[in-house]
């Protein structure tokens, strides 16, 4: 049996997280995630998504604030006598003195096709650059930010309509199988890490709520990929009016109007760009409920014809 702690944090790691659980293959001794964090209006102290999902798999939980400021937590892991550190979306780079502690190392899932999109932001990434594939690697990690040798790596197309939670969903159905079958032959001696190639890195950031902002300057193609990959944070969002207003679904089509004016047609808000128009058919303004097209304008006559910012 692979002795295993799972490092990991948001929701997107908890299927990788219950799938290991319930491999006869592995056991899983412990979960190391993010401390609780305030969130809401209210500022109440919220578990990471991995937190919960341990606690009710029996899985003891560490939080440690710091890997790298606190002495102790190195230790504290060597004792669990893991043979390896599996992580997925744990939030922060992993200091060398935790990489060293299993005997295998440390095994990291990254959502891409490494070394294109390395960085926090990878699925957000190749849908927003129109990437014609991606998929998912799986590597041993070093001192460097998704630097590590590969283990394995699966692709698959994005389809034209992609959107951050349909690739989310695809990155699951082949992931999850692909950690689970790379563990067992990685700890079996059967894959040697390969290095990655030098030529095609790319780095991703993490994203801030001014990259949803729209460009009128932009394409409306490159327009609406942003919405589909930014959507649920930070969207694609305009302002009128002093207003700030999300756009919530979109569509590139054929037309001309000056980058930014708007127009009114029967079923749309059209929005010109530099290359096409982009067609909402849904929004929600500032302190308001999603709303119908139809109902923004209604609710809003005077913004057609004018521009945004």
Request: glycine share 8%; net charge neutral.
């Amino acid at each position: 049996m692979i002795r295993l702690v799972f490092f990991g944090s948001p929701a997107f790691a908890v299927p990788f997280l219950k799938a290991l659980a319930a491999d006869g293959a592995f056991s899983v001794l412990a979960a190391v995630t993010q401390p609780d964090k305030p969130a809401g209006r209210g500022k109440e102290l919220k578990a990471p998504a991995v937190k919960e999902a341990a606690v009710q798999l029996g899985i003891p939980v560490l939080q440690p604030p710091s890997l790298k400021k606190d002495p102790t937590v190195a230790e504290q892991l060597r004792a669990l006598g893991a043979d390896v550190f599996v992580v997925v979306a744990y939030g922060k780079l992993i200091p060398p003195n935790v990489l060293s502690v299993p005997r295998l190392g440390c095994v990291n899932v990254h959502p891409s096709l490494l070394p294109r999109h390395r960085g926090p932001s990878p699925m957000q990434a190749a849908i927003a650059e129109q990437d014609a594939e991606t998929g998912v690697s799986i590597m041993t990690l070093d001192e460097g930010m998704d630097t590590g040798p590969l283990l394995a790596q699966t692709r698959f197309p994005l389809d034209a309509r992609e959107t951050y939670k349909t690739l989310e969903a695809k990155v699951h159905q082949t992931g999850v199988p692909l950690l689970a079958e790379t563990l067992k032959r990685y700890a079996a001696g059967e894959i040697a890490p390969v290095p990655q190639a030098e030529e095609g890195v790319t780095v991703t950031r993490l994203l801030e709520r001014e990259d949803g902002k729209a460009d009128w300057s932009l394409p409306a193609r490159t327009l609406d990929a942003r919405r589909r990959a930014y959507t649920p944070w930070p969207g694609l969002w305009t302002t009128w009016n002093g207003l700030r207003v999300k756009l919530l679904e979109t569509e590139a089509v054929a037309g001309t109007l000056p980058p930014g004016q708007v127009r009114f047609t029967d079923e749309a808000v059209e929005i010109g760009t530099s290359d096409g128009l982009l067609r909402v058919t849904r929004l929600q303004p500032e302190d308001a409920k999603p709303m119908s097209a139809e109902a923004f304008k209604n609710g809003y006559p005077e913004a057609d014809g004018t521009t945004l910012q």
